[in-house]
């Protein structure tokens, strides 16, 4: 059931995200996401909106941000394949010179964002396996150790 005046945040950006954005970016990407899935439309993916038009006054209203730091995490956001900027015409802009001079830029949440957050895209199974390698390596050097009352005195 659905809470009536919320909007529903993709686990993603709690689980993996949340600790790597900066104010900006989050606060950027809170918007967009308050755009979005925050407005119930019955044609939209899970009946929310998909992308919406966001002017950036409405930027720098919503956020406290400065202009410069809102296009900076824009562009940090596309990057990270968060969000996605779209013209009038429905064409990504994807790269900050594309984006540059346009009238209006419509934002959406980047569809990596839905998928499970189980195995994220930049996990990296070596510094996995080294970090439970030395776990192991731990808990041998433990289980070596004799610890008595004398070894605890000194």
């Not at 606060?27 to 439309?41: E, F, H, M, N, P």
């Not at 930049?122 to 390698?133: G, L, M, S, V």
């Amino acid at each position: 059931m659905e809470k009536p005046h919320t909007t529903p945040v993709p686990n993603v950006i709690f689980d993996i995200y949340m600790k790597e954005l900066n104010s900006t970016e989050l606060k950027v990407l809170l918007v967009v996401i308050r755009q979005t899935l925050g407005w119930a439309d019955r044609r939209g993916m899970y009946g929310r909106k998909e992308v919406d038009w966001i002017s950036g006054s409405q930027l720098i209203q919503k956020t406290g941000c400065s202009k410069r730091a809102i296009t900076s995490a824009v562009d940090l956001l596309v990057q990270k394949k968060l969000i996605e900027v779209f013209d009038d015409r429905g064409i990504v802009l994807n790269d900050p010179m594309k984006r540059q001079g346009k009238y209006r830029l419509y934002y959406g949440i980047h569809s990596s964002v839905y998928k499970p957050v189980d195995k994220p895209e930049y996990y990296d199974p070596t510094c996995a396996n080294f970090a439970q390698d030395i776990s192991k390596k731990c808990t041998a050097l433990v289980q070596k150790m004799r610890i008595t009352k004398e070894t605890l005195q000194n």
